[in-house]
């Protein structure tokens, strides 16, 4: 009752309020915290003609992590139905364990053939970057979050490729706005939770929508597809997205710029140069020292 627009947000499994919340808190904390040592600028504070790119300690665990959350997802999405026995819950359940996957697996692809293309156009080389293809998957799981349970499978393949896509530009404007985000988390985060509820807003399908919500207003295709106009849910998720961002900056920008005053929020040169397993945890994670025999 009483919904916004007669409608109210869709947001099933959280790409806007779990997702996009974590994502906008990164993007202040990290424009507020300025880039790594040696990112974009030298030690003097002049600006590098090419950013450095720090290589990831372990590639085999990077890729052993995105199978786990992608695993963790199977409960994540279908389990959003908070239970399973009352008549209906397991269709949605089944469908958002189908969309999960679908999305996850065209992310992956997307984003890892795409940079390639990419790559060998700048410098005539083809690479085939793993971590594009981890971090292509977990974007097409979070784009797909917030939809799983109203936008059929063909849809979910759709926002799985766009997501990939999404997660390259949003990443690639990171870096010429010198917001030096090390894991990617908000490319992932941020921009794939914004284009998961927009895309919702696009592809929420008539039938499903009626038993998942058993609201009146679908996906903006559907709707010019059957020759009105009726753009409710898309403007409701728009408004869901701008609400999310603007509430994230309300809390935590003040508090980020307190804590950076305080001289709190950040390490000293030193301990950013020797790692903070050395200097907040007493001891290197690796031992990287040579053995003499």
């Known amino acids: 009752d009483n919904k916004f627009f007669g409608s109210g947000m869709i947001d099933f499994a959280g790409s806007g309020v779990v997702h996009m919340t974590g994502g906008a808190t990164a993007l202040f904390a990290a424009k507020i915290l300025g880039p790594r040592i040696g990112r974009f600028y030298d030690a003097e504070g002049r600006e590098l003609p090419e950013p450095i790119i720090f290589p990831p300690h372990s590639v085999p665990?990077?890729?052993?992590?995105?199978?786990?959350?992608?695993?963790?997802?199977?409960?994540?999405?279908?389990?959003?139905?908070?239970?399973?026995?009352?008549s209906g819950y397991a269709d949605v359940a089944a469908l958002c364990t189908l969309n999960t996957t679908l999305a996850a697996a065209s992310g992956s692809v997307s984003a890892l053939f795409t940079d390639s293309l990419l790559e060998r156009r700048r410098t005539g080389e083809t690479i085939y970057d793993i971590t594009m293809c981890m971090n292509g998957a977990l974007s097409g799981l979070v784009g797909i979050t917030a939809g799983c349970s109203v936008v059929e499978p063909w849809s979910a393949l759709v926002i799985g490729i766009v997501a990939g896509w999404v997660y390259?530009?949003?990443?690639?404007?990171?870096?010429?706005?010198k917001i030096d985000d090390a894991v990617d988390a908000i490319p992932v985060h941020l921009g794939n939770g914004m284009w998961g509820c927009i895309a919702t807003g696009l592809f929420a399908s008539p039938g499903l929508?009626?038993?998942?919500y058993g609201t009146p207003n679908?996906?903006?295709?559907?709707?010019?597809?059957?020759?009105?106009?009726?753009?409710?849910?898309?403007?409701?998720?728009?408004?869901?997205?701008?609400?999310?961002?603007?509430?994230?900056?309300?809390?935590?920008?003040?508090?980020?710029?307190?804590?950076?005053?305080?001289?709190?929020?950040?390490?000293?040169?030193?301990?950013?140069?020797?790692?903070?397993?050395?200097?907040?945890?007493?001891?290197?994670?690796?031992?990287?020292?040579?053995?003499?025999?």
């Open 61 to 86: 665990l990077q890729a052993i992590g995105t199978f786990i959350l992608w695993v963790g997802w199977y409960g994540f999405n279908p389990g959003s139905t908070l239970g399973i026995s009352t």
């Open 168 to 177: 390259i530009c949003w990443s690639s404007l990171l870096v010429k706005l």
């Open 209 to 212: 929508v009626d038993a998942a």
């Open 218 to 293: 679908y996906g903006l295709f559907y709707n010019w597809g059957m020759g009105n106009g009726n753009g409710k849910l898309f403007a409701v998720e728009i408004f869901g997205v701008l609400f999310i961002i603007g509430w994230v900056g309300l809390i935590m920008i003040p508090y980020f710029f307190l804590m950076n005053a305080l001289g709190i929020f950040r390490v000293d040169a030193i301990e950013e140069e020797v790692g903070l397993d050395i200097a907040h945890h007493k001891g290197s994670a690796y031992d990287l020292t040579e053995y003499d025999e």
